[in-house]
Nanobody
Framework: QVELVESGGGPVQAGDSLRLSCVAS????????MGWFRRAPEKEREFVAG????????RYADSVKGRFIISRDSAKNTVYLQMDSLKPEDTAVYYC??????????????WGQGTRVTVSS
């Protein structure tokens, strides 16, 4: 059974940092691209960051560039999202996703249940 389990969310103040983790299990994800999406209250789910299988050429939403960093530890089947200089508009439920292939052009396959991040001003 495939599972993606996110952790690391919580309530923080504007300007604080958080690191989200996503542990994938149930299959070998070493050669799959991974990513993070988020859904803010009353908004559509949106792309945040993605990382190909080899960790090179990660991609970011414009709204988080320069503040968030995505990384992965393939030996642990884990992907991280380091979030710095958090803003109230970053408040959302953050979802981890695995893609069907090794690049970010692949379709999303599996999703985690999400971890909530609340940033207060």
């Amino acid at each position: 059974q495939v599972e993606l389990v996110e952790s690391g969310g919580g309530p923080v103040q504007a300007g604080d940092s958080l690191r989200l983790s996503c542990v994938a299990s149930g299959r070998d994800f070493r050669f799959r691209a991974m990513g993070w999406f988020r859904r803010a209250p009353e908004k559509e789910r949106e792309f945040v960051a993605g990382i190909p299988w080899n960790g090179a050429n990660a991609r970011y939403a414009d709204s988080v560039k320069g503040r968030f960093i995505i990384s992965r530890d393939s030996a642990k089947n884990t992907v991280y999202l380091q979030m710095d200089s958090l803003k109230p508009e970053d408040t959302a439920v953050y979802y981890c996703t695995s893609l069907l292939g090794p690049t970010l052009d692949s379709e999303n396959e599996f999703w985690g249940q999400g971890t909530r991040v609340t940033v207060s001003s």
